[in-house]
């Protein structure tokens, strides 16, 4: 190995082992639905991009290269990156490499790799391209006790990760890592949808691939479109926002958005037809065209709040009621006080008689705490 070559590797090795401090960048940042647990011990990089993330941070890497149909990743660059111990005998081309319990042996030219003295045949010889050894990337797993996915659309994506941390491929960091590569800035991302910087105007897209403007729209009601989702509440609080993320889980998701700084306030399998603000909670009603999870322990009236940096919600109201809507699907209007949220109710879940449920009709005063309510009119 050359004098550049070594040098390169003894600085990488330092960035290594200081944690990335010098220019590190956290991918669960650009991120919301990954964690430090989800990328601990894992390696993400690309044959298209000369960067990767190791255990979440972002490095500059030995790109993998695909030759005559096989992808081939760089040995040196991943064993040190899951903190291996790898020594390179230039006299005899020989690559020992020391991890955990494990001991991994090759040369260079020779197709042969040995784990704990036991040998198996590569369909590929180790070989140097660049300066870097390169093996294919079928037996990093076994050397490393690491599950490899390899996602090649939309774009080539390569991860190596403990064999039961499933979590890194169900989403879409797969987009997040496009975006990266493009220089991209990205605002916001999660499962559902990813919100950019361009220009000094926000664009936001479900798709992680076609973007529009993201900023505050006055919803005007047409009675022959029925929206689901791309809506904007206009609040003492601020703005929030409605997606509906058809093209994934089908769910609802609301987020509140001030300026550059997003926040996702709830996740609902209905619905979510009205947003508004009382103080420092978030209230809002579902509605039922899809089910309630749940239905005869909670309600459709829910109430979040932001604490310690997160959103949690909880629903108001007597278990099994159902506010706001009547059984015709009619809207009925809701205020808030001190005193609690005063609305039309009725209990629609439970092993009740359509007499029963009628009974059951009324103006209801619901508590902003727990799960009580009163009947004020019938």
Not at 116 to 141: C, E, F, H, Q, W
């Amino acid at each position: 190995m050359n004098l550049k070559f070594i040098l390169t590797l003894f600085t990488f090795t330092l960035f290594l082992a200081f944690g990335y401090t010098a220019h590190a960048e956290n991918l669960y940042d650009y991120y919301e639905d990954v964690t430090e647990n989800d990328l601990k011990n894992s390696m993400i990089l690309s044959p298209e991009s000369s960067m990767a993330f190791i255990n979440g941070q972002k490095v500059s890497a030995v790109q993998p290269i695909v030759k005559d149909g096989r992808t081939l990743v760089p040995l040196r660059f991943i064993s040190e990156g899951f903190g291996a111990k790898v020594d390179f005998n230039t006299k005899n081309q020989s690559i020992t490499i020391k991890y955990a319990t494990k001991t991994i042996s090759l040369k260079i030219g020779d197709n042969n790799i040995s784990i704990n003295g036991k040998s198996s045949k590569m369909d590929v010889a180790a070989s140097i391209y660049n300066s870097s050894t390169y093996i294919p990337l079928r037996y990093i797993g076994e050397a490393f006790n690491k599950k490899v996915v390899y996602l090649k659309k939309p774009y080539s994506l390569i991860i190596i990760r403990d064999v039961h941390a499933t979590a890194i491929e169900n989403l879409n960091l797969i987009h997040i890592f496009k975006l990266l590569d493009q220089g991209k800035s990205i605002v916001y991302s999660d499962r559902y949808m990813a919100v950019i910087k361009e220009n000094g105007h926000l664009l936001f897209s479900n798709t992680f691939n076609d973007f529009e403007p993201f900023a505050y729209q006055e919803l005007i009601e047409d009675k022959n479109t029925i929206r689901y989702g791309d809506i904007w509440f206009n609040t003492d609080m601020g703005h929030f926002y409605l997606n509906y993320s058809y093209n994934t889980t089908q769910e609802f998701i609301l987020y509140h958005v001030d300026g550059e700084a997003m926040t996702r306030v709830a996740i609902e399998k209905a619905p979510i037809k009205s947003v508004k603000t009382y103080q420092n909670n978030v209230l809002y009603l579902i509605r039922y065209e899809r089910g309630i999870l749940n239905a005869e322990e909670t309600s459709n009236l829910k109430s979040a709040t932001f604490t310690n940096g997160q959103w949690f919600s909880n629903y108001l109201g007597k278990p099994g009621f159902y506010y706001g809507f009547d059984t015709l699907g009619n809207v009925y209007d809701w205020t808030i006080n001190g005193n609690g949220i005063t609305t039309f109710g009725f209990q629609r879940s439970g092993d009740l008689s359509s007499d029963e449920r009628k009974k059951t009709f009324g103006h209801y005063r619901i508590e902003l705490k727990g799960n009580h309510h009163e009947r004020i009119t019938p």
